[in-house]
């Protein structure tokens, strides 16, 4: 296992267009998050996991975003319409079930730009 | 709400000293656990170390080491010989045991650390 994988690694955009983007979370981990960091701040939660039930949405997630987990595996996070102020990193993690001991571990990120 | 607060922006260290980087959080929780994370330039943020909340033993892994004041809620990172490879960002950041809940990481706005020959 290569740890948490998420494609693309960039994304430039026009405002107003659809992205897609992937995670491949650590095989045996069955949560998985999804955090938005913007230059200059700490990663900001947008949502989770826990194997294909999405149990935790912030408000930072607007209708315009949506994320899906069918079969509990791999994740996609979808920006509908997107904004110039939805550039941004967007990184995906994953945690084993434990007692919140552990850390999660993260994926590279996607750096996306909406131009 | 849970908040975490890291108030150095930036910070400088020689290559071989010591720095500590500074870390308050907000909590009415008294089970938790903290986290540093280092995120070097366009990489992947990777886990420092962490303090269980019920331990009063500081956690140390290497060069680095903790210090761990649960009544100030404070929990500074101290980096050892440090070394050019540690330049990065480090983020604090706090979690509470699973309840059922995201149980998820809350984080400080992070301190980009220089380290100079």
């Known amino acids: 296992d290569t740890g948490v994988s998420q494609d693309p690694r960039h994304k430039i955009t026009k405002r107003g267009q659809n992205v897609t983007f992937r995670c491949d979370p650590i095989?045996?981990?069955?949560?998985l998050y999804w955090y938005r960091q913007t230059l200059g701040q700490g990663p900001e939660f947008l949502t989770y996991?826990?194997?294909?039930?999405?149990?935790?949405k912030s408000r930072l997630l607007s209708d315009r975003f949506s994320a899906e987990r069918p079969k509990g595996s791999f994740s996609t996070l979808e920006i509908q319409r997107t904004e110039q102020g939805d550039s941004a990193m967007y990184l995906c993690?994953?945690?084993?079930?434990?007692?919140?001991?552990?850390?999660?571990?993260f994926g590279s990120g996607t750096r996306l730009t909406v131009v | 709400a849970q908040t975490v607060t890291q108030s150095q922006p930036e910070m400088s260290v020689q290559e071989a000293e010591t720095v500590t980087l500074s870390c308050t959080y907000d909590?009415?929780?008294?089970?938790?656990?903290l986290f540093w994370y280092k995120q070097p330039p366009s990489r992947q943020m990777i886990l420092v170390i962490r303090?269980?909340?019920?331990?009063?033993q500081n956690a140390t892994e290497n060069r680095f080491s903790v210090n761990f004041q649960k009544a100030a809620k404070s929990f500074s990172l101290k980096i050892s010989d440090s070394q050019l490879g540690d330049a990065a960002m480090y983020f604090c950041?706090?979690?509470?045991?699973?309840?059922?809940?995201?149980?998820?990481?809350?984080f400080g706005t992070g301190t980009r650390l220089q380290v100079t020959l």
């Open positions: 993690a994953s945690s084993p079930w434990d007692r919140a001991r552990s850390g999660y571990t």
């Open positions: 095989s045996e981990h069955n949560r």
């Open positions: 996991f826990q194997n294909e039930a999405q149990l935790e």
């Open positions: 909590t009415s929780e008294s089970d938790y656990y």
């Open positions: 303090q269980e909340a019920y331990k009063q």
């Open positions: 950041a706090y979690r509470v045991p699973n309840t059922g809940t995201a149980s998820k990481l809350t």
